[in-house]
C-alpha cells in the first residue's frame, strides 16, 4: 500500500497530522472523517496500547487517512509490532545520537536493510497476497523526534543516517531541555533559530521536518516556514476545547 505521506512530501507537499491519545475506535474513525491527511496513535503519552492502537487503525481504514504510530520508546518489539499492526510510519522518541537512529532504522526495515521480523499479521491485508514484503522496506516512513539538546549537538551525523525519512519535533520536550518552559507554538528567537536550522540541515538531505501544534493558525505558519508535516493539539484537546467553546458561547 503506498504511503500517501512519503507520496505527498516527494511531491513537495505538506501534509495534516492528527494525533489520537484517545484509546477507542470509534473516535479514532471520528477523527478519520474531519480532513486529516495522517492520524498517528500516540503510544508515549496517549492513553493507548496495543489493543486499542489496532482498534484505531480499524477505525480509521476506511476513510483512507495514512496510519502512523508514536511509539513508547526506541525499542525493536514495539516497533515490529505496531507495523504488523499496519502503522505506515514509525514516530520515534528520544533520538539522540546517531547510533539510535541507526537502530530505529533497523527496526523498521526488513533484511537485509535493517532487522525486523517478519509476521505482518495485519499490515498484509494492505496488499495482495505476498507483495508486503517485497514494498514495506520503500513505504514505512521512520520518523526520529529531535527534542533535545544532545540531539540538536549530535543533528548532522543523525540526519546523515541512511533509512531517514523525516524528523519530528516536539516543542515542549526541546524546551526542556534548553531551560525553557514545556509548551506548544513558541515564539522565542532562539528556539525559531533552531527550526531555521533543522529545516537547513534537512533540505540539504531530502528529509521532511515535522512539528507539534497547539493550533490550525500556528500549524499553517509553519507550513510557511517549510515544515512539512503539522500536527494540531490531539483528539482529547480539540474535543475540550470544542466542548469549552460551546459551554462558553451557550453561558456568555
Known amino acids: ?13 505538506a501534509v495534516v497530522n492528527g494525533w489520537l491519545a484517545i484509546p477507542n475506535g470509534y473516535s479514532a474513525e471520528v477523527m478519520a472523517q474531519a480532513g486529516f491527511d495522517s492520524l498517528t496513535v500516540d503510544m508515549q503519552h496517549g492513553v493507548q496500547d496495543y489493543l486499542s492502537a489496532v482498534s484505531c487503525f480499524q477505525g480509521m481504514q476506511p476513510h483512507g487517512v495514512t496510519p502512523m504510530v508514536r511509539v513508547p520508546w526506541n525499542e525493536p518489539g514495539i516497533i515490529g ?4 499492526a499496519g502503522a505506515m510510519g514509525v514516530i520515534c522518541p528520544m533520538v539522540n545520537t546517531a547510533e539510535q537512529a541507526q537502530q530505529l532504522v533497523s527496526a523498521c526495515r526488513y ?9 505482518p499479521i495485519r499490515a ?33 551525523a543523525i540526519l546523515d543516517v541512511p533509512g531517514i525519512d523525516g524528523i519530528y519535533v516536539g516543542p515542549s520536550d526541546l524546551g526542556l531541555s534548553l531551560g525553557m518552559a514545556p509548551k506548544l507554538d513558541r515564539e522565542e528567537p532562539e528556539i525559531l533559530k533552531i527550526y531555521e536550522r533543522l529545516l537547513k540541515e534537512c533540505g540539504k538531505r531530502d528529509i521532511a521536518v515535522g512539528l507539534h501544534n497547539a493550533s490550525g493558525a500556528y500549524a499553517k505558519k509553519m507550513i510557511g516556514m517549510g515544515f512539512k508535516l503539522t500536527t494540531i493539539l490531539n483528539d482529547s484537546g480539540l474535543m475540550l476545547q470544542g466542548a469549552k467553546a460551546q459551554i462558553a458561547a451557550l453561558r456568555g
Open 1 to 13: 500500500m503506498p504511503n500517501k505521506v512519503k507520496d505527498a512530501w516527494a511531491q513537495g507537499r
Open 81 to 84: 509490532k505496531v507495523l504488523d
Open 111 to 119: 533484511p537485509p536493510e535493517g532487522t525486523r521480523s517478519f509476521g
Open 124 to 156: 498484509g491485508i494492505y496488499g495482495e497476497a505476498g507483495s508486503y514484503f517485497e514494498t514495506a522496506n520503500r513505504d514505512i516512513a521512520v520518523i526520529p523526534m529531535i527534542e533535545t539538546k544532545q540531539a540538536l549537538d549530535n543533528l548532522e
